[in-house]
């Protein structure tokens, strides 16, 4: 006991952390930049959008991850708000015909769209490692037991 009467919040002398720290901050970042979200250093994805089975550096497997349906919502999410924003404010500032919106809006749909695809989804990985999701706990969680 200390003077205030508490207990000393130390741990024993044989103290081991059970598992190592994972930042959630620096695995989305690093997933966002398609880089292994343990180590920093390693690539996330072997294609556009095919991950690697394990980082070569640090062999932390990627392969059980459940990106699904999260990197592309998000994209849609916020190329639809730049995209109507953008439109919106230029209808405001200039007189265009809808051809011209299609022939400058059509386009950077397309390349806002190509360019956050993979990092949302190396974010996305990244998330599911700091939180321990998606094969990521260590445990069977296949969900095979529920039949």
């Known amino acids: 006991m200390s003077e205030t009467g508490k207990a000393a919040a130390t741990p024993p002398v044989d103290w081991t952390p059970s598992a190592e720290e994972r930042p959630l901050g620096t695995a989305l970042w690093r997933g966002f930049r398609s880089r292994c979200p343990r180590c920093g250093e390693g690539r996330l994805f072997r294609s556009f959008l095919k991950s690697v089975d394990a980082c070569e550096d640090c062999g932390l497997a990627v392969h059980h991850h459940r990106a699904d349906d999260l990197p592309p919502y998000l994209t849609v999410f916020i190329v639809g708000h730049v995209v109507v924003a953008g439109f919106m404010g230029m209808e405001e500032m200039v007189e265009l015909t809808m051809w011209q919106h299609l022939a400058i809006w059509v386009p950077v749909t397309i390349v806002l769209s190509l360019a956050l695809m993979q990092p949302l989804k190396g974010a996305t990985i ?10 990521f706990s260590g445990a069977d969680d296949s969900g095979e037991e529920f039949g």
């Open 126 to 135: 990244g998330l599911q490692w700091a939180l321990k999701m998606g094969g």
